[in-house]
């Protein structure tokens, strides 16, 4: 009989290589961030999960929309963040999130800025660009799996769950 994991043993989707209770789950729980990476990871979390409210509670008020629907966001499959910063009360995190696209793959990159406000980090905006991605047999597979592309997803032809 295998012994099935509660979600907080989970790997954390924010691709930090620990479990989702000791990561991106105390953030969402209200734990505050410490780092604008911090937050971020949380938020994409937040997105892979369908947590909304986190989402919106995170976005700073000068910029936050008054609703936000997931209904069409991409099926997410990783994230690599590509450098982040921090001076004083500003941070910048610059990240590329992959998703699956049909039968193949596309990215999110986006160099994101942040506040913190009375010992919260919160999302201000940022510059995004996306595009489709063409990994090679031999690199490694953008679901995260770690493994070839050639002996994941492209043989599998789908991502892994």
């Known amino acids: 009989m295998t012994e099935q994991l509660s979600p907080d043993q989970t790997p954390c989707p924010c691709g930090s290589g620990q479990d989702y209770?000791?990561?991106c789950q105390r953030l969402h729980l209200g734990e505050?961030?410490?780092t604008p990476?911090?937050?971020m990871r949380s938020r994409y979390c937040a997105f892979v999960l369908g947590l909304t409210d986190y989402l919106l509670?995170?976005?700073h008020a000068s910029t936050r929309p008054d609703s936000l629907s997931l209904e069409s966001s991409p099926d997410w499959a990783?994230?690599?963040?590509l450098g982040s910063s921090q001076d004083g009360d500003a941070g910048t995190v610059?990240?590329?999130a992959i998703y699956r696209a049909g039968s193949g793959w596309g990215y999110l990159e986006e160099q994101s800025d942040f506040v913190r406000e009375q010992g919260r980090w919160f999302y201000v905006a940022g510059d995004t660009s996306e595009g489709t991605l063409k990994?090679?047999?031999?690199?490694?597979?953008?679901?995260?799996?770690?493994?070839?592309?050639k002996t994941c997803c492209l043989k599998t032809g789908q991502a892994r769950s």
Not at 78 to 81: A, D, Q, T
Not at 135 to 149: F, I
């Open 94 to 96: 610059h990240f590329r």
């Open 135 to 149: 990994p090679g047999r031999n690199e490694p597979c953008p679901c995260g799996s770690g493994k070839k592309h």
């Open 32 to 34: 505050p961030a410490g």
């Open 21 to 23: 209770g000791n990561c």
């Open 37 to 39: 990476e911090a937050l």
């Open 78 to 81: 990783s994230l690599r963040i």
């Open 57 to 59: 509670a995170t976005w």
